[in-house]
C-alpha cells in the first residue's frame, strides 16, 4: 500500500484500501481485516509474569532474615521448626502474590474500560466501538473533543481543525483539508490528514483509517500513552511513611526482646528466631499491598454502580468532597428532549407526543401549510446533525414505513437537544432524508458554547444558497432584521423584539428549554467566499421551540442525600435564568442559603468577590465553560474540595482544575475523559452520589483494616515484651508466631476491605482532606486495644505455668489459642467505629464469616491434629481450658463495646448541657 495517503484522492484512497467512503466496510471484512493487521494498539510494556511475581515477595529484608535464620536452624538439627516455617513463608508469599496480581489484573480491567472509543460507519451504520477493534478502511466520523483514534486520510472537513502537539509538539490548532497535496511533505505539513493521537479542537470531519498500531506515525516514533491509575494516593505514601517508622520500632523493641531473652539464659539461637519471627509478624510491611488491594475491590464495587476511576487518588479525595458542581442536562435531567410548545408568527403551538417516538400533533390556529409553519419545521430537520433512528436502524429512506402498524422503540444518535427538534420536525411531515434531496449541504458553521447558535448553507435545485440557524434567544435575536406577522415578513421593530423575549421568559419560566429559529436567502452565489459573519447578518427570525428535559426523579433523592451528608449541590447550565431556576425547583436547590447567578453577573465579578460568594450560590445559568474554571478556583479558594462535571472539550481545563474531575462517559469527549479522575458511565448524577458513599466507605474499610492490624501486631509485641520484663519464658515460640501471623493478618484483614458502608455513612459531614489516618481518636483505640489482648494473654499464660514447669506447653497452648482468638474475636468489632456489632449485622458480611470460620478450623488442626502437635508444640485442651480461652478472648470485644458505650453517654451529656 502507498505511504503517502496525502498525495491521493479520497476516492483514490477509499479504491485501494477497497472501502466505500459512505457505507464503509461490512462485518466480514472487519473480521478478515482485524486477523490480517491485529488490534489498533501500540506497543504496550510487557506484564510482570507471575514467577517473578512470586519471587519478589522474598525481596524484603526481614523475610530475607527469617530464611537465613530457619536455614540456621536446620543446621543445629531443628528440621522440623526450620521444615514448617519455611512453608508458612511460602505460604505467605503466594497470598501476597495473589494480592497483587488481584490489584494488577483490577487496574488493567480498569485501563480496559476507560480505554477510548472510536464513531465507525460500518454497513451505512454508525457505530461506537472501542478504538482498538479499528482497522485500515474503516470509515470513521470525527467531531470536536475527539481525540483521534488512527491515521486517517480526511474525506470530509467542516472547519475542522486538530491540536497536532502529540505529534508535533505545537500547541496552535491546523486546519484541515481534503484535497490531495502534490510533491513530498512531512506529517506536520499533510493537513488532509488526522494522526493517531490528535485532538479535534473545532468543526467535524470524516475520515478513512489508513494506518492502525504501530504503523501509524505515533507508533513509528514510539510515542507512550500515559495510563491511568498507576500513581500512589496520598494515604498510600503516608502509610508508606508510617510503615517505615513501625519497623524501626517493631526492631527495637524485638532486640529488646531478644537481648533480655539472652541475658536471662534462654538459647541465643532459640531467641533471635523469636524476635526475627516477632519482628516479620509486627511489622506491617503488607499494609501498602492491603490497601492497594481495598482500593482495588472498592474502584471494582465502584464499576458495578457505574463510575468508572481513571486516577486512584480520586478514590480517596471522593470522601472529601464539600461540593458537587453538576451539569443539568443528562446528569441532573433524564436528557431526553421533547418539544412541547412553540410559537410561530406570534401564534402559539402545543406539540403531543412522549419521548423520540415521531407520533404526535401539532395544535395551532396557523395553517399547517403556512409559509412560516412549513419554514419553522424545515429548519428544525435541516439545521440538525442528530440521526433519529427505529429499532437501531437509520430513517434514511424508511420514514413511509411510520404506516405500517407496528410499535418501533425510537432512539436519537446525537445531541438529545437536537434530537428533539428533529422529533418535532418529523411530526410536522419533514424529514431530513426527504428534504436533502432537493437541497444539499455545502457549509456548517458549527454550534459552541460562545457561540451559542449554529448555522447551515444548503445550495438548492436552481442554485441558490439558504442558511438556517438556530441557537439562543437572545443570541439569535439580535442577528435578526425581520420577523413573521400574521403570514408576511416584516421588519422586526424594538417592541416586537421586547415580546418576542417576554414569549421566551414565559416558556423558560416553565422549565423549557428555548431555542430560536432563523433564515436567511443568500442568493446565488459561490459557498466558498462565504463567511460566518456575511451569513449570520439580517437573519428572518420564524420562531421558538421549547423543549423540556424533565429531571430525574432519582437525582431529587440524590440530592437530598448530598444535603445530609453536608455536601453542596450547584448546578451549572447555559440555560435561560428562569429554566434553570424552575428545574433546580424542582430538585430542590434553591432554599434560603442558595441564589442564582448568571454569566453575565459572574463577568462583573472578581476573583476576590467571587470566591466570597461562591458559597452561597446554588444555580450558575447561561454560564460557558470558561466561567467553570473560575467558579472551581472560587470553590477552592473558599476552602471547598470541589468535583466538578463535564462533557464538552472546553470544560477539560476545569475538569482539570477540579480536585475530582468526572467526565459523561455517554456524551463526554475524548479529551474531557482523559482529563478527569472520574468517568460516569450512564451520565447520571446519582453516580456521583454512589461514588461519594463508595469514597467513603473505602477510607472507612482502610482504617477498619490499620486498627485491626496495628491493634493485634501491638498485641504480639507487647505480650513477648512483658514476659521476657517479668522473667517468664517465652509464651510463643517462633513458629506458633509465624503462624498466628499467617492465620489472622491474612483472610480476617483482607475480608475487612469488602465490608459493607455504616448505614449512616451519608449522614455525617465529610473529612477534612489533610486528615490524620489516626484521627477521632484511632491511635488511642489500637494502644488500648493492643493492651488488651497482650495482658488477657499474658494472664492465662502466667496462671496455667504458676502451676509448675511441667505445665509449659499447656501453657504455651492456651496462650497460643488465647491470643489468635482475641484477635479472631477483635475483627468483628473493627467493623465500625461508631456501631456495636449488633447495629451493623453480624452476618452483613459474609466474607469475614468465612475467613474467620476458615482461621479457627485452621487453629483447631493445629492444637488437635496428632501430627501437627509436635510440629506448632501444642498439647490438646478440654473444656475447661476452652472456657478459660474464650472468656479472655472476648474481653477486647467487650472492652471496646463498654468504651463506646461510655462515649456515646459522654456525648449526650454534653449535648444535653449545651441545650
Known amino acids: 500500500m502507498p505511504e503517502q495517503w496525502y498525495s491521493l484522492t479520497g476516492e483514490e484512497v477509499a479504491a485501494v484500501l477497497q472501502s466505500d467512503p459512505h457505507r464503509g466496510l ?11 493487521f491485529g488490534p489498533n494498539e501500540l506497543a504496550r510494556t510487557p506484564r510482570v509474569p507471575l514467577w517473578r511475581m512470586f519471587l519478589e515477595q522474598f525481596k524484603d529484608f526481614m ?34 502474590c495473589v494480592q497483587e496480581y488481584r490489584a494488577e489484573r483490577s487496574m488493567e480491567a480498569l485501563k480496559e474500560l476507560t480505554a477510548p472509543e472510536a464513531r465507525v460507519i460500518r454497513g451505512g451504520l454508525e457505530h461506537k466501538i472501542p478504538a482498538a477493534g479499528l482497522v485500515p478502511g474503516d470509515v470513521v466520523l470525527l467531531e470536536a473533543g475527539d481525540r483521534v483514534p488512527a491515521d486517517l486520510r480526511l474525506l470530509q472537513a467542516m472547519h475542522l481543525e486538530l491540536e497536532e502537539s502529540a505529534l508535533t509538539g505545537e500547541s496552535v490548532p491546523v486546519k484541515k483539508q481534503v484535497e490531495a497535496i502534490s510533491g513530498k511533505v512531512t506529517p506536520e505539513d499533510a493537513r488532509n490528514m488526522a494522526f493517531l493521537g490528535t485532538v479535534v479542537t473545532r468543526g467535524r470531519g470524516r475520515g478513512i483509517v489508513v494506518a492502525t498500531g504501530m504503523a501509524t506515525e505515533m507508533g513509528r516514533i514510539a510515542g507512550l500513552i500515559q495510563e491511568a491509575g498507576s500513581e500512589e494516593t496520598p494515604l498510600q505514601r503516608r502509610l508508606a511513611q508510617l510503615g517505615r517508622g513501625l519497623v524501626a520500632f517493631c526492631l527495637l523493641v524485638c532486640a529488646l526482646v531478644v537481648a533480655v531473652g539472652i541475658y536471662r539464659g534462654e538459647p541465643a539461637y532459640q531467641m533471635f528466631l523469636a524476635g526475627v519471627s516477632l519482628a516479620v509478624a509486627a511489622i506491617p510491611e503488607g499494609l501498602p499491598a492491603i490497601v492497594t488491594v481495598a ?14 476511576i481513571r486516577k486512584l487518588p480520586a478514590v480517596e479525595t471522593l470522601g472529601c468532597a464539600t461540593v458537587i458542581c453538576s451539569d443539568k442536562t443528562g446528569t441532573l435531567t433524564q436528557n431526553e428532549m421533547t418539544v412541547r410548545r412553540a410559537v410561530v408568527g406570534q401564534a402559539p403551538l402545543e406539540i403531543t407526543g412522549e419521548g423520540y417516538d415521531p407520533k404526535g400533533e401539532i395544535i395551532t390556529s396557523l395553517s399547517l401549510r403556512s409559509e412560516e409553519l412549513q419554514l419553522f419545521f424545515k429548519i428544525a430537520a435541516l439545521c440538525n446533525n442528530a440521526v433519529l433512528t427505529r429499532s437501531g436502524i437509520t430513517i434514511g429512506g424508511l420514514f413511509r414505513s411510520l404506516v405500517r402498524r407496528e410499535s418501533p422503540v425510537w432512539s436519537i444518535n446525537g445531541d438529545p437537544t437536537e ?9 410536522g411531515g419533514f424529514w431530513r432524508e426527504e428534504l436533502e434531496r432537493q437541497e444539499k449541504r455545502v457549509m456548517e458553521f458549527p454550534f459552541d458554547s460562545e457561540r451559542k447558535r449554529m448555522s447551515v448553507v444548503y445550495k438548492q435545485a436552481d442554485g441558490t444558497l439558504v442558511a438556517y440557524i ?3 434567544p437572545d443570541v439569535v435575536l439580535e442577528l435578526c432584521s425581520h420577523h413573521y406577522r400574521q403570514g408576511r415578513m416584516v421588519p422586526l421593530t424594538p417592541r416586537q423584539r421586547e415580546e418576542i423575549l417576554r414569549q421566551n421568559a414565559a416558556m423558560a419560566s416553565d422549565a423549557l428549554r428555548v431555542l430560536a429559529l432563523a433564515w436567511r436567502r443568500l442568493g446565488p452565489r459561490t459557498e466558498g467566499d462565504l463567511t460566518e459573519a456575511e451569513v449570520e447578518q439580517n437573519l428572518i427570525f420564524v420562531g421558538l421551540a421549547g423543549m423540556i428535559d424533565p429531571p430525574r426523579p432519582a437525582a431529587v ?3 437530598q442525600r448530598c444535603r445530609r451528608a453536608g455536601i453542596k449541590v450547584v448546578m451549572i447550565t447555559g440555560d435561560h435564568r428562569l429554566t434553570a ?30 470566591g466570597r460568594v461562591a458559597g452561597e450560590v446554588a444555580v450558575y445559568a447561561r454560564v460557558s465553560p470558561r466561567h467553570k474554571l473560575r467558579i472551581v478556583r472560587a470553590l477552592k479558594q473558599a476552602g471547598h474540595v470541589v468535583a466538578m462535571t463535564g462533557d464538552g472539550i472546553n470544560d477539560a481545563p476545569a475538569i482539570k482544575e477540579a480536585d475530582i474531575g468526572i467526565a459523561m462517559g455517554i456524551t463526554g469527549t475524548d479529551v474531557t475523559k482523559e482529563a478527569s479522575s472520574m468517568v460516569l458511565a450512564d451520565d447520571n448524577f446519582t453516580t456521583i452520589v454512589a461514588a461519594v458513599e463508595e469514597g467513603r466507605g473505602i477510607y472507612d474499610n482502610i482504617r477498619k483494616f490499620i486498627r485491626y492490624l496495628l491493634s493485634c501486631n501491638v498485641g504480639e509485641v507487647m505480650v513477648m515484651l512483658f514476659a521476657v520484663l517479668a522473667g517468664l519464658p517465652l509464651p510463643l515460640l517462633p513458629i506458633q508466631i509465624l503462624w498466628m501471623n499467617l492465620i489472622t493478618d491474612g483472610l480476617p484483614a483482607m475480608a475487612l476491605g469488602v465490608d459493607p458502608p455504616d448505614p449512616d455513612i451519608m449522614y455525617r459531614p465529610p473529612r477534612h482532606p489533610r486528615e490524620s489516618i489516626f484521627a477521632h481518636g484511632l491511635a488511642w483505640r489500637i494502644l488500648g486495644s ?3 489482648i497482650s495482658l488477657g494473654t499474658l494472664l492465662v499464660f502466667a496462671g496455667v505455668y504458676s502451676l509448675g514447669h511441667v505445665h509449659l506447653d499447656l501453657a504455651r497452648t492456651m496462650a497460643f489459642n488465647t491470643l489468635v482468638f482475641s484477635q479472631l474475636f477483635f475483627v468483628f468489632t473493627c467493623r465500625s467505629e461508631r456501631h456495636t456489632i449488633w447495629e451493623v449485622g453480624l452476618f452483613s458480611n459474609p466474607h469475614l464469616l468465612a475467613a474467620v470460620c476458615c482461621s479457627i478450623l485452621l487453629q483447631l488442626a493445629v492444637t488437635y491434629v496428632p501430627c501437627l502437635q509436635p510440629v506448632f508444640h501444642t498439647v490438646p485442651l478440654d473444656a475447661s481450658h476452652w472456657l478459660i480461652v474464650i472468656l479472655v478472648s472476648l474481653t477486647p470485644p467487650l472492652f471496646n463495646t463498654a468504651f463506646r458505650h461510655l462515649q456515646l453517654r459522654a456525648r449526650e451529656k454534653i449535648m444535653y448541657i449545651k441545650v
Do not use: C, P, W
Open 63 to 96: 523475610v530475607l532474615i527469617l530464611l537465613a535464620a530457619t536455614v540456621i536452624s536446620g543446621f543445629l538439627g531443628e528440621y522440623v521448626d526450620a521444615a514448617t516455617i519455611m512453608v508458612i513463608v511460602i505460604i505467605n508469599a503466594i497470598l501476597g
Open 557 to 559: 433523592v440524590a440530592v
Open 470 to 472: 438556530k441557537g439562543a
Open 786 to 788: 493492643g493492651l488488651v
Open 295 to 308: 482500593l482495588a475491590i472498592g474502584v471494582q464495587r465502584m464499576i458495578r454502580r457505574r463510575a468508572i
Open 26 to 36: 461490512d462485518e466480514r471484512e472487519v473480521r478478515e481485516r482485524t486477523a490480517r
Open 581 to 610: 431556576g424552575a428545574v433546580a425547583k424542582e430538585l430542590g436547590l434553591l432554599g434560603s442559603q442558595g441564589h442564582i447567578l448568571t454569566g453575565s453577573e459572574l463577568d462583573q465579578l472578581d476573583d476576590e468577590r467571587l
Open 419 to 427: 434530537g428533539a427538534l428533529l422529533v418535532m420536525a418529523a411530526k
